[in-house]
């Protein structure tokens, strides 16, 4: 079998199961923006799948320029995927479409007039260092938002997940930049296609291993104001004495307001692993995100403080501050969020109601 043969071969099933792959987030996570996000994700891939090649460039064709901007697009698919998988609360904005929109662009006039022009150097190290670009800060996300995850199983199979595709899309990346000027090689596009088959197949082997609600969170609307709070569910005698010390904290000594405050911190002063206390926080009191958790506390205390006639004159951004938050853009953000409404609008609502 020639090695022109199995690069086909192994082309034709990645692509084959990134289509599954979308067709399946789509149809069970419409709703969600990781599982739309995901869908996209997948497309994008199998147009890279469909597209790659590595060496030096060949002519491009009017009909395989959009393909290649599909697949280069997909970059800031990517990092907005890792936002969404790590943040439940977030939405893409139209201007995320906009950037994709003008990477996808780029390459697109990269294919047909720049590289078409003598630019050809140009154009691949340009379109090159935007992936590496934007596969660096889809790592920062997933760096920085990790630790606050509580749902254990999402936390293991995301870092698997997002590694897999930003070491696989970096690599690609690189061995780009400095291939440009080596011959095209049907063993390197072969290895290449492997290891793209190799990944897609793992990923879907390990999401069939989490349960769906773990991955993709389901979308939650809005608290009405001064909803009760979560109910736990009927617990053990040790779990129920660690909720009423986790509370004492943070009704007695208002630990939520420091800034610095880290789930292991917290762990330290009950005297517990860190893993027990993500397990209790998630599986007893229903929260996914320990910052999430922390911003419960500090609205309620900010609810308190907008509803006390004492302090109708007190400014939003000190009352704010005051319970923990940094900014006032953050807490007008998570407020709403929680409550439906702006942190104006509630202290309105309960000026009236007295």
Not at 203 to 232: E, N, Q, S, W, Y
Not at 241 to 259: G, K, P, S, T, V
Not at 268 to 284: C, D, G, H, S
Not at 309 to 338: C, H, W, Y
């Given at each position: 079998?020639?090695?022109?043969?199995?690069?086909?071969?192994?082309?034709?099933?990645?692509i084959?199961?990134l289509?599954?792959?979308?067709?399946?987030?789509f149809?069970?996570?419409?709703?969600?923006?990781?599982?739309r996000?995901?869908?996209?994700?997948a497309?994008?891939?199998?147009?890279h799948?469909?597209t790659?090649?590595?060496?030096?460039?060949?002519?491009?064709?009017?009909?395989?320029?959009?393909l290649?901007a599909?697949?280069?697009g997909?970059?800031?698919?990517?990092?907005?995927?890792?936002?969404?998988?790590?943040?439940?609360?977030?939405?893409?904005?139209p201007?995320?479409?906009?950037?994709?929109?003008a990477v996808?662009?780029f390459s697109f006039?990269?294919?047909?007039?720049?590289?078409?022009?003598?630019?050809?150097?140009?154009?691949?190290?340009?379109?090159?260092?935007?992936?590496?670009?934007?596969?660096?800060?889809?790592?920062g996300?997933?760096i920085?938002?990790?630790?606050?995850d509580?749902?254990?199983?999402?936390?293991?199979?995301?870092?698997?997940i997002v590694?897999?595709?930003?070491?696989y899309?970096?690599?690609n990346?690189?061995?780009?930049?400095?291939?440009?000027e080596?011959?095209?090689?049907?063993?390197a596009?072969?290895?290449?296609?492997?290891l793209?088959?190799?990944i897609?197949?793992?990923?879907?082997?390990?999401?069939?291993?989490?349960?769906?609600?773990?991955?993709?969170?389901?979308?939650r609307?809005?608290?009405?104001?001064?909803a009760p709070?979560?109910?736990?569910?009927?617990?053990?005698?040790?779990?129920?004495?660690?909720?009423?010390?986790?509370?004492?904290?943070?009704?007695d000594?208002?630990?939520?307001?420091?800034d610095?405050?880290?789930?292991?911190m917290?762990?330290?002063?009950?005297?517990?692993p860190?893993?027990?206390?993500?397990?209790?926080?998630?599986?007893?009191?229903?929260?996914?995100?320990?910052?999430?958790?922390?911003?419960?506390?500090?609205?309620?205390?900010?609810k308190?403080?907008?509803?006390d006639?004492?302090?109708?004159?007190?400014?939003v951004?000190?009352?704010?501050?005051?319970?923990?938050?940094q900014?006032?853009?953050?807490?007008?953000?998570a407020?709403?969020?929680?409550?439906?409404v702006?942190?104006?609008?509630?202290r309105k609502?309960?000026?009236?109601?007295?």
């Amino acid at each position: 079998m020639s090695l022109a043969t199995i690069d086909i071969a192994l082309r034709g099933g990645a692509i084959g199961l990134l289509l599954v792959l979308a067709a399946s987030l789509f149809r069970d996570f419409h709703q969600r923006p990781a599982g739309r996000l995901g869908g996209i994700f997948a497309l994008g891939s199998a147009a890279h799948a469909a597209t790659f090649s590595i060496g030096a460039p060949v002519a491009v064709s009017a009909w395989h320029a959009p393909l290649i901007a599909l697949a280069s697009g997909n970059v800031v698919v990517f990092w907005l995927f890792c936002r969404a998988l790590f943040d439940d609360a977030f939405t893409p904005k139209p201007w995320h479409a906009l950037i994709w929109l003008a990477v996808a662009a780029f390459s697109f006039v990269n294919c047909l007039v720049i590289a078409a022009s003598g630019h050809a150097r140009f154009a691949v190290v340009a379109m090159n260092l935007l992936v590496l670009g934007f596969m660096g800060m889809g790592l920062g996300q997933t760096i920085s938002s990790w630790s606050a995850d509580l749902v254990e199983g999402r936390r293991r199979l995301r870092v698997f997940i997002v590694v897999a595709a930003a070491l696989y899309g970096g690599l690609n990346a690189v061995v780009g930049i400095f291939s440009f000027e080596s011959e095209a090689s049907d063993m390197a596009d072969v290895v290449n296609a492997a290891l793209l088959a190799g990944i897609v197949a793992a990923i879907c082997l390990a999401m069939t291993r989490v349960g769906a609600d773990d991955l993709f969170a389901a979308p939650r609307p809005a608290t009405p104001v001064d909803a009760p709070a979560f109910a736990a569910p009927d617990i053990n005698a040790a779990d129920r004495n660690l909720i009423d010390a986790l509370m004492r904290l943070m009704a007695d000594e208002r630990i939520y307001r420091h800034d610095s405050l880290t789930i292991g911190m917290l762990a330290t002063k009950l005297r517990i692993p860190e893993y027990r206390l993500r397990r209790l926080i998630n599986q007893r009191l229903g929260y996914r995100n320990f910052n999430a958790f922390l911003n419960n506390h500090r609205i309620e205390e900010a609810k308190a403080a907008l509803a006390d006639p004492t302090q109708a004159e007190v400014p939003v951004i000190t009352i704010a501050m005051d319970a923990g938050f940094q900014s006032l853009g953050p807490f007008n953000r998570a407020f709403k969020a929680m409550t439906g409404v702006t942190p104006s609008e509630y202290r309105k609502l309960k000026a009236s109601a007295a």
